[in-house]
Nanobody, 126 residues
Framework: QVQLVESGGGLVQAGGSLTLSCAASGRTFNYVGMGWFRQAPGKEREFVAAISWSSGRPYYADSVKDRFTVSRVNAPNMMYLQMRSLKPEDTAVYYC???????????????????WGQGTQVSVSS
């Protein structure tokens, strides 16, 4: 059983920075990919960024490209999301997700992820 735990959320002013962390515990192995999604109040959950575990290739939503950086460390299994130049519209609950081996994975497709964290709140004030 894999558990994902996010940390690093908080309140920041517009233009500021935050770094989110996602720690995987329990049974560990090389994931196919891991990703970050977010859900703002009253909106659908949306893709933010993802990373291929084997190659380290990152993927980004257009709305965060050039502002956010996703990275991962293999041992221990950790994923990070460095967020810069934050905007009020970045306010949301941010979720970490993982695709364990044995299934297809497309970075931005939510249904391809089989393990999810509980989320961490990011609030950006104007």
């Amino acid at each position: 059983q894999v558990q994902l735990v996010e940390s690093g959320g908080g309140l920041v002013q517009a233009g500021g920075s935050l770094t989110l962390s996602c720690a995987a515990s329990g049974r560990t192995f090389n994931y196919v990919g891991m990703g970050w999604f977010r859900q703002a109040p009253g909106k659908e959950r949306e893709f933010v960024a993802a990373i291929s575990w084997s190659s380290g290739r990152p993927y980004y939503a257009d709305s965060v490209k050039d502002r956010f950086t996703v990275s991962r460390v293999n041992a221990p299994n950790m994923m990070y999301l460095q967020m810069r130049s934050l905007k009020p519209e970045d306010t949301a609950v941010y979720y970490c997700a993982a695709r364990t081996p044995g299934g297809a994975w497309t970075a931005g497709r939510q249904r391809d992820y089989d393990t999810w964290g509980q989320g961490t709140q990011v609030s950006v004030s104007s």
